[in-house]
């Protein structure tokens, strides 16, 4: 069983950086068509290296990484 408060936290939290995440790419001018971000992430979703919605080989948050357009896989798996 988990701690309610805990489960609360992390839902927090992960609104905090979503709404970060909306906030920089609000600012970006080259972003990736939603058809090409939604391939990316579907490749994350698999990727040994995609742990709480961070790519471990490079920090970014995944649906910052593949929002962008120029942004490769630091491990060319896009």
Do not use: H
């Amino acid at each position: 069983m988990s701690c309610k408060t805990c489960e609360r936290l992390e839902a927090l939290a992960s609104q905090d950086v979503l709404e970060s995440i909306e906030e920089q790419l609000s600012l970006e001018t080259d972003l990736a068509s939603n058809e090409l971000k939604e391939k990316r992430l579907i490749i994350y979703d698999s990727c040994p290296f995609f742990q709480n919605q961070t790519c471990i080989k490079c920090g970014c948050y995944a649906m910052f990484r593949a929002s962008l357009e120029y942004k490769k896989c630091p491990i060319d798996k896009w």
